[in-house]
């Protein structure tokens, strides 16, 4: 009997590929249980992204570790974006580990697992991860069935001064349309009413691609090509949001009324430093065209204190804005 538990951590992003490696693993044979003392294979799929998320996955890998000791013949298997940053340090610092899988790799668990031996092994290419998924990996969506996630975009191009993702997850790479379409309509088959549309930047949407590919065209194929009631966007870049995107949302009730925008900061000072590419004036506008086009928009945000440099004057800023 093979027996899989599993603990998902980080962003939604980081759960797609989680329910690619919960499929890969149910097809050869593995049962997901609950208990992690029932489990022959305990895995971890792994936020790099911040001091705080990789303290949290060494903190899991650790807890599953002793359970490791208790039951004899478990393997503990370490994936995701903390073995992407770090790669070979790791056999060193967790010894408890048998196999760490990085981003390009993770689709390939089950095979890694047959042929995995007594010695401790990592399994992932140095820099920056090339991977990305199509609407022929399976997936074993791990959401209440009637939503879930479509990740339309690997990477990001926006180089964030103090953002990790490029170096770990890669440069932009977007799926087209119509392999975006085909997954879309898999989803909706199998129950699907609520579809949140995730990447590292939506806004950036196609802008790898030849012909016309944005996130408006995106979306009126997917209206046009599904029955989905609704659709969510999640992680919009501030200066990507067109007035076609939300004049699109004000047209069409199957797109929530809902947009999550991280602004950062407000101070221009500040933004420059962050590497951040629009000022607040950028974002006042934003601001007054939501409300101009989607009056009842709710608009989900986050903003970051502390950032060297920062002065009381920024603060302020930011609070005053707020």
Not at 47 to 60: N, W
Not at 218 to 234: G, N, V
Request: aromatic share 6%; hydrophobic share 45%.
């Amino acid at each position: 009997m093979k027996n899989l538990y599993m603990a998902s951590l980080g962003c939604p992003k980081n759960l797609v590929d989680s329910e690619v490696m919960l499929a890969a693993l149910e097809q050869a044979g593995y049962a997901v249980v609950d208990d992690p003392g029932q489990a022959t294979l305990l895995l971890v799929n792994t936020c790099g992204f911040i001091r705080p998320a990789v303290e949290e996955a060494i903190d899991v890998i650790l807890e599953l570790a002793d359970c490791k000791l208790e039951h004899p013949g478990q393997r503990l298997v370490v994936a995701g974006c903390m073995v992407q940053r770090y790669g070979a340090e790791l056999l060193a610092e967790l010894p408890e580990v048998d196999l760490f899988v990085g981003l390009d790799d993770f689709p390939n668990i089950d095979q890694l697992l047959e042929h995995l031996g007594p010695v401790p092994q990592v399994v992932s290419n140095p820099g920056a991860a090339a991977y990305l998924m199509d609407s022929a990996v399976a997936r074993r969506v791990a959401t209440p069935f009637f939503r879930s996630y479509l990740k339309i975009t690997e990477g990001c191009d926006n180089q964030c001064a103090y953002c990790m993702i490029p170096s770990i997850r890669g440069r932009l790479r977007s799926r087209t349309i119509d392999d975006l379409i085909a997954e879309a309509v898999q989803l909706q088959e199998s129950g699907v009413r609520e579809l949140a549309l995730i990447a590292q930047d939506l806004t950036a949407y196609g802008q790898d691609l030849e012909g016309n590919a944005n996130l408006v065209s995106l979306l009126k194929s997917l209206l046009q090509q599904t029955e989905i009631p609704w659709f969510r966007l999640l992680y919009a870049y501030p200066s990507g949001v067109t007035d076609a995107l939300l004049q699109l949302m004000a047209e069409q009730p199957r797109i929530l009324p809902y947009l999550d925008i991280p602004f950062q900061h407000v101070s221009n000072r500040m933004l420059q430093a962050m590497n951040r590419h629009y000022r607040r004036d950028t974002l006042d506008d934003l601001v007054r065209r939501l409300r101009l086009f989607v009056p009842e928009c709710a608009v989900r945000t986050t903003m970051m204190v502390g950032f060297p440099g920062e002065t009381e004057e920024d603060v302020t800023e930011l609070v005053e804005a707020l």
